[in-house]
């Protein structure tokens, strides 16, 4: 099993937070702890409960993965815009590129091995 690292969490909160153009103050109270609790989080120098991880992953709004182990799975939106074309959604053949780049991403984030 996989040990989390509190560092790596931390600066993955810290690079969410600084592409929203966030400091440290904003985010802390979007999700109601102290500015000095999330100082410590961003540095890995404490832990946070689940619901303050919770609140910190919908405040950034991203998930616990890219949160914990730097994975990062596209979204909905993400395959729909590299299908280039509102025209197609209506299609079958939309419903099932779709559902074959979700199978994609969910392979690729898996850590196990293809057989």
Same mark, same amino acid.
């Given at each position: 099993?996989?040990?989390?690292?509190?560092?790596?969490?931390?600066?993955?909160?810290?690079?969410?937070? =600084?592409? +929203?153009?966030?400091?440290?103050?904003?985010?802390? =109270? =979007?999700?109601?702890?102290?500015?000095?609790?999330?100082?410590?989080?961003?540095?890995?120098?404490? +832990?946070?409960?689940?619901?303050?991880?919770?609140? #910190?992953?919908?405040?950034?709004?991203?998930?616990?993965?890219? !949160?914990?182990?730097? #994975?990062?799975?596209?979204?909905?939106?993400?395959?729909?815009?590299?299908?280039?074309?509102?025209?197609?959604? +209506?299609?079958?053949?939309?419903?099932?590129? !779709?559902?074959?780049? +979700?199978?994609?991403?969910?392979?690729?984030?898996?850590?196990?091995?293809?057989?």
């Amino acid at each position: 099993m996989q040990e989390l690292d509190y560092e790596k969490i931390g600066s993955r909160i810290r690079q969410i937070r =600084k592409a +929203k153009g966030w400091s440290q103050e904003m985010l802390a =109270k =979007k999700c109601g702890i102290s500015l000095n609790f999330v100082s410590h989080i961003e540095r890995g120098t404490r +832990k946070m409960s689940i619901d303050t991880f919770a609140n #910190i992953c919908r405040e950034l709004e991203t998930n616990a993965d890219t !949160l914990l182990w730097g #994975i990062t799975l596209p979204s909905e939106e993400q395959l729909c815009s590299m299908w280039q074309g509102t025209d197609h959604k +209506k299609d079958d053949s939309y419903s099932m590129y !779709l559902r074959i780049m +979700k199978s994609v991403a969910d392979i690729m984030s898996s850590k196990q091995p293809l057989i």
